[in-house]
Nanobody
């Protein structure tokens, strides 16, 4: 059974940088697909970025233009997220997710593809 634990959330000032980590256990292959999602208050869960089966890093719209980055190790036991130039709109619960399914750039940020989720970490951006 895959177990994911996010860390690094809390209260952060607007304009600052958020760094989150996800520790993953129980993976049985280095080809797991993994991703970060965010659920803002009153909004749908949004895919922020992910690592495809072959290790390609994909950033969602919210992390484009230097707004953020993701990374992970080859063993798929760690996943990282960085969000720059924070605004109050970045407030929400951040989740990491993993699946043994072979996901690619066109479906890596679809939440329904994922079978294992962390409990989420709350991030509050104060203006």
């Amino acid at each position: 059974q895959v177990h994911l634990v996010e860390s690094g959330g809390g209260s952060v000032p607007a304009g600052g940088t958020l760094k989150l980590s996800c520790s993953v256990s129980g993976v049985t292959s280095s080809t797991y697909s993994m991703a970060w999602f965010r659920q803002a208050p009153g909004k749908e869960r949004e895919g922020l970025g992910g690592i495809t089966t072959d290790g390609t890093l994909i950033l969602g719209d919210s992390l484009q233009k230097g707004r953020g980055a993701i990374g992970g190790n080859d063993a798929r036991t760690s996943l990282y997220l960085q969000v720059n130039r924070l605004t109050p709109e970045d407030t929400g619960v951040y989740f990491c997710a993993a699946t043994p399914s072979r996901l690619w750039p066109w479906n890596i940020l679809q939440q329904e593809q994922y079978s294992s989720w962390g409990q989420g970490t709350q991030v509050t951006v104060s203006s």
